[in-house]
């Protein structure tokens, strides 16, 4: 390992050249990697999904991902043995017929399918959502013809969402959601499973994990806010889990892809910014409690809403009191069925 100009260590190989040309502009002079899609500059955010299908969708990331499904499903599910990528995405028998895409999907040897959605905006039915997209795995599998005498493979939805679901309120950080029996409390049909895990709900730092599933968890809820691998994790079972997110191993394209997404999200909360900011939202109401116009409530609700920066950016950003925004998310989290 070497350092380069602003400390940070960076492998060396047939990736360094490629990371320093990706990593300057045309006029030489160093880019600025931070954004939505990394807060540090340095790895990667596992919260969206072109991190996550960066890390672990891929035949380098196979065995960390395994890792991570039967670490996440410990004590709800068997341990994955090898596992195979499955299409991503599903279309419909007809035209009209909604097409349902995964970040991945995968299946093991225990002849089981599980299928991987990341979600870092607000969806208020999102376990619905999960559930109806494991629907489609199975429509697949039905066979055409007279006789149904075959089995369907057991499918998992594995939903790892940054906010709270409101289906879930008071739940822990990771649950298995089964189809069981409310008279004999058992489970009556071993077919269909969801893996919730809401990262919102975990709040461990780096020196208080114990085992592998708050490994997994710190990572996802943290990579992107760090500048250099944690000493603790720093060793051959997850090094390269953290070269493959770091942004300065990306080849070419990837770094074209990655600065796309960074600019287009950048790009959608400036115009949030300037229609809220200036009043465009119809029905402002002057004078509310503490002069906050209405417009300026519905930008600093979805902001809170999207997550994708913390109450202290949204209150420099907007020149609001911090304590208004805190009193903003309280209300809103209050508000919740």
Not at 56 to 68: A, N, T, V, Y
Not at 75 to 86: C, K, Q, R, V
Not at 152 to 163: A, K, R, S, Y
Not at 288 to 305: A, W
Request: aromatic fraction near 8%; proline fraction near 4%; charge should be negative.
């Amino acid at each position: 390992m070497k350092m380069n100009p602003e400390g940070l260590r960076v492998p060396s190989g047939e990736n360094t050249l490629i990371s320093k040309k990706a990593l300057r502009s045309k006029n030489g002079r160093r880019m600025k990697l931070t954004g939505p899609l990394s807060e540090g500059g340095v790895f990667v955010s596992l919260k969206g999904d072109f991190g996550i299908k960066r890390v672990f969708r891929s035949p380098e990331g196979k065995e960390d991902l395994k890792r991570m499904i039967t670490a996440l499903g410990d004590g709800f599910i068997e341990a994955l043995l090898d596992i195979d990528f499955d299409e991503s995405e599903m279309l419909g028998s007809i035209k009209d017929e909604r097409k349902v895409i995964f970040d991945f999907g995968f299946n093991d040897k225990h002849s089981r399918v599980f299928d991987l959605e990341m979600q870092q905006q607000y969806v208020v039915f999102m376990l619905k959502r999960a559930f109806c997209y494991t629907s489609r795995y199975h429509s697949t599998q039905m066979r055409p013809g007279e006789d149904y005498k075959y089995d369907h493979w057991p499918i998992t939805g594995v939903v790892i969402t940054d906010f709270n679901m409101p289906e879930l309120k008071d739940g822990p950080c990771v649950d298995l959601h089964e189809i069981v029996s409310r008279s004999t409390k058992r489970v009556s049909l071993v077919c269909t499973n969801l893996l919730t895990v809401e990262l919102s709900k975990f709040n461990k730092g780096i020196d208080e994990l114990e085992g592998e599933k708050d490994v997994f968890l710190f990572l996802l809820a943290n990579m992107g806010k760090l500048t250099e691998i944690p000493a603790s994790l720093d060793n051959e079972k997850y090094r390269p889990l953290f070269e493959r997110a770091r942004i300065a191993n990306f080849n070419k394209e990837e770094m074209k892809r990655y600065n796309a997404l960074n600019r287009q999200k950048e790009r959608a909360y400036a115009e949030l910014y300037s229609a809220k900011l200036q009043g465009r939202e119809e029905g402002i109401e002057e004078g509310r409690e503490e002069g906050i116009e209405k417009g300026k409530v519905m930008m600093i609700e979805r902001l809170i809403e999207d997550n994708l920066y913390t109450i202290e950016q949204i209150s420099e950003i907007s020149e609001i009191p911090l304590h208004q925004i805190e009193e903003i998310k309280a209300n809103m989290e209050h508000a919740i069925p």
